[in-house]
């Protein structure tokens, strides 16, 4: 091994070592949107591998890789195929407010193309202790993952796909591994239950060249089957404008 080489794995055994930001609503996503697109990469682990070391048990069977930023700060890369679905997600928890999927971008790493994920660290672990993540959150996180669910056809639920970190008392949730959700052919049968006004009036915004721009790096690959994406989207929208007014209605009568 020559020196540069030593340096660059020194670099990245210390780095895996630096405290990693808390996932809380304290978490500048746009500062780690900037840092997970430009910092260097200095180690590359296989994330099942990691996973192991690190007491937790792995879930799915894609080939998942833990990138090792310059600065310490880790973030999951998954290559072309899975990496779509996790960069639309993030784009639409963005666009509509909710800070419920981790801040993704499209990274090139030793010339593959990808998605680039924070990497979200808990004492939790939700696939050993079974536990009903909901009873720990408040009504606004509940509402805005089911809505989620719903918008998104996000079908592929389970205790590895979401994850709950406590700080101060407070829990908060993450929703990863969201490849699932450029899939036509499950969709999710969550009930609605979204009833703030914020997030109506950013869904009555949500339109086609909207979408499109969510949905931009699968658009380049596929672009008939992300068009009928959209139109499955768009008609869930209505449907959830639907729900909300009604249910505010409702409210109104009985006050």
């Not at 990496?83 to 666009?95: R, T, V």
């Not at 499209?106 to 193309?113: A, D, P, T």
């Not at 993540?133 to 989620?148: A, C, G, P, V």
């Not at 998104?152 to 699932?180: E, F, P, S, T, V």
Request: overall charge positive.
């Amino acid at each position: 091994m020559n020196i540069h080489m030593l340096i660059i794995a020194l670099l990245g055994s210390l780095s895996l070592l630096a405290a990693q930001p808390l996932w809380d609503n304290r978490l500048d996503f746009e500062e780690i949107e900037h840092r997970l697109k430009h910092e260097r990469i200095v180690e590359i682990i296989d994330m099942h591998t990691f996973l192991k070391k690190s007491g937790k048990i792995p879930s799915g069977t894609h080939p998942i890789q833990l990138a090792i930023l310059e600065s310490g700060l880790k973030a999951v890369f998954k290559k072309p195929g899975a990496c779509y679905g996790e960069i639309a997600a993030y784009n639409m928890a963005k666009a509509l407010g909710m800070r419920i999927v981790p801040p993704t971008v499209m990274r090139e790493i030793k010339g593959v193309r990808g998605s680039l994920q924070f990497y979200v660290e808990s004492s939790i672990d939700l696939m050993r202790s079974h536990q009903d993540y909901r009873s720990k959150l408040d009504e606004k996180t509940i509402s805005h993952e089911q809505l989620f669910n719903y918008l998104m056809c996000r079908w592929d639920i389970h205790a590895g796909n979401q994850i709950l970190a406590k700080h101060k008392g407070k829990y908060y949730l993450a929703l990863i591994d969201n490849a699932g959700v450029r899939s036509l052919i499950h969709t999710t049968k969550n009930k609605i239950t979204t009833m703030y006004a914020s997030t109506l009036e950013k869904l009555k915004v949500v339109d086609r060249p909207k979408l499109e721009l969510v949905w931009h790096e699968l658009l380049k690959v596929n672009r008939n089957r992300t068009e009928k994406l959209i139109d499955l989207i768009l008609t869930r929208k209505e449907q959830i404008i639907e729900v909300i007014l009604k249910t505010k209605i409702k409210k109104k009568r009985s006050a």
